[in-house]
Nanobody
Framework: QVQLQASGGGLVQPGGSLRLSCAAS????????IGWFRQAPGQEREAVAC????????YVPDFVKGRFTIFRGEAKNVVYLQMDNLRPEDTAVYYC???????????????????WGQGTQVTVSS
């Protein structure tokens, strides 16, 4: 059974940093792309970073490029989202998602995952 467990959200001041973690189980994380998405109240869910697990190629959209980084640690089943220089508009529920049939980070970020983890709240406020 595919499971994605997201954690690491919280309250942070503008300009601060947070690192989110997504632990994957029930499948081998060496082919499908995996990504982070967010949804603010009243807005559609949007992609913020995706990673191709077979070649480590990442895709990060322009609106967070230079501030958000996606990577895997030594435990290859955990994917991280490092968020720096956070802004109030980054406030949202953050989700990790994957599509077992999609290997491209770009395609995943422009498509829609078929598997989702539970969200973790990120609030940027002074």
């Amino acid at each position: 059974q595919v499971q994605l467990q997201a954690s690491g959200g919280g309250l942070v001041q503008p300009g601060g940093s947070l690192r989110l973690s997504c632990a994957a189980s029930g499948f081998t994380l060496n082919r499908p792309a995996i990504g982070w998405f967010r949804q603010a109240p009243g807005q559609e869910r949007e992609a913020v970073a995706c990673l191709s697990t077979n070649n480590e190629i990442t895709y990060v959209p322009d609106f967070v490029k230079g501030r958000f980084t996606i990577f895997r640690g030594e435990a290859k089943n955990v994917v991280y989202l490092q968020m720096d220089n956070l802004r109030p508009e980054d406030t949202a529920v953050y989700y990790c998602g994957t599509d077992l049939g999609q290997a491209s980070s770009y395609a995943l970020c422009h498509g829609r995952p078929t598997e989702w983890g539970q969200g973790t709240q990120v609030t940027v406020s002074s």
